[in-house]
């Protein structure tokens, strides 16, 4: 009888690094970070390494005695590759490889993997491997070394290592057509918001740190089917569904990218015309983990993305999230000193959600204009873009129309302006 070998796909077993120039606690709070984001990806952590230093060396990040530090830590651990918590250039990358005789990763690195394996739109793959190229182009001789160490693993998913073999123009080349795609397709988003904003459906942007529950909020809200995992970036690509609240009024939600700290520019760039949704937006809703202990960074490096996106002037609901899994809550209070109005709960149990809808609801209702007049029989269905977009309040038909009160919003309010029974 013929024996069943299991053949498993070895795990990486790497060590976290990282230039800390001031701040232990920030330095160390990025670190667990990226050991979430190393394990998300599939790797193992089994060491860290800091080094304070002004700033991170120009040719191999760390000083040549950290690195030989860590090249004795690598043999000790058994480690099969090592991450920075920072981009790398291309010198650092080889310098570093060749230093240590190991693979050698950074954080950008990492998070473009993991975005190869969470992107499964059309649109979503289409930026991630633009993202991705880009990333490669000026590497390609480090990377070419470092990822056949292990002939695959962690930095191969998307585009693969067969890219990698092919020369700079023929990348070059593919980027300049993923790029027209690209355009093409935020063209057509534009379109859409267009599109929105003649129909008057007001657009709420679900913005947040990655695993605040922005995909939570739009399942229970919407019924949208969207993947909710406790994983950083367990959804990437973005969904946009109608929400009819209470009140009758139709809204727009849209869900972004989650957020997170030193989110490499190359995602930024590509996935601008998806992350500029926020910046067409009526509202602002911002979720937030209040479990995580450093949920106040978290808040920061949101409103600092929001500001390099050019988000401004924006009414801004903060959703402190997560709240049953506090153990106690009492006397504690949730402040977000840029946000306009603020609500807490738990989005999975819906507690507190009922006071978030009549926050957004207070909010929508100061766009809106009260109206009181005769719309005539020949401009009825006007009527029915006044049930869609606002609020009716009284309706009779007489005899020179129909006699309606309600609340629109100010967009429309032209639209029911009627003299002699015209328009």
């Known amino acids: 009888m013929e024996k069943m070998y299991d053949v498993k796909e070895e795990q990486e077993k790497v060590i976290l690094v990282a230039v800390s120039n001031g701040s232990d606690e920030y330095t160390n709070e990025s670190l667990d970070e990226l050991l979430e984001l ?14 304070n230093r002004e700033k991170v060396h120009p040719g191999t990040y760390i000083g040549k005695g950290k690195t030989e ?29 060749e230093a ?6 950074d954080r950008t690195l990492i998070i473009l993997d993991i975005f190869a394996g969470r992107a499964f739109t059309k649109e979503g793959k289409i930026q991630v491997e633009l993202a991705q190229l880009k990333y490669r182009m000026a590497r390609l ?16 998913r998307g585009p693969g290592e067969k890219k990698l073999e092919i020369d700079r123009r023929l990348i070059g080349d593919r980027i300049s057509r993923l790029k027209r795609e690209v355009e093409e397709l935020s063209q057509h988003r534009q379109l859409a918001r267009e599109k929105r904003r003649k129909n008057s459906i007001p657009v709420i942007a679900v913005v947040g740190y990655t695993n605040a529950g922005k995909s939570t909020l739009l399942n229970t809200f919407t019924s949208a089917s969207v993947l909710e995992e406790d994983k950083l970036f367990a959804t990437l690509d973005p969904t946009t569904r109608g929400y009819k609240l209470p009140s009758g009024q139709e809204v727009m939600l849209t869900d972004t990218v989650g957020f997170i700290r030193k989110l490499p520019h190359h995602l930024i760039d590509a996935f601008k015309s998806t992350l500029e949704e926020a910046k067409y937006a009526d509202i602002i809703l911002h979720i937030v983990d209040s479990s995580n202990p450093q949920f106040e960074s978290h808040m920061d490096i949101v ?35 840029k946000a306009d109005y603020t609500a807490e709960g738990s989005i999975k149990y819906g507690t507190g959600t009922e006071d978030l809808i009549n926050i957004i609801e207070k909010v ?7 109206i009181d007049t005769i719309v005539p029989y020949s401009a009825g269905g006007d009527i029915q873009l ?22 629109i919003p100010k967009e429309l309010e032209n639209k029911f302006n009627y003299t002699n029974g015209e328009r």
């Open 100 to 105: 240590l005789d190991t693979k050698v990763m």
């Open 386 to 407: 006044l049930r869609k977009y606002g609020q009716l309040i009284f309706e009779e038909y007489a005899e020179a129309g129909i006699h309606i009160k309600a609340n």
């Open 141 to 156: 001789v480090g990377l070419r070394s470092s990822l056949s160490r292990l002939g695959g693993g962690i930095g191969t």
């Open 303 to 337: 409103y600092e993305t929001l500001e390099n996106l050019g988000v401004r002037d924006k009414t801004i609901i903060t959703f402190f999230n997560k709240q049953d899994k506090l153990n106690d809550t009492e006397g504690r209070i949730f402040k977000d000193k």
């Open 364 to 370: 929508l209702s100061e766009r809106t204009v009260f």
């Open 69 to 97: 530090e860590l090249k004795e830590l690598i043999g000790a651990l058994e480690a099969t590759g090592i991450i920075c918590d920072d981009e790398l250039s291309p010198a650092q990358l080889k310098n570093l490889e």
């Open 38 to 51: 190393a394990k998300t990806a599939g790797a193992v952590t089994v060491g860290r390494l800091i080094q």
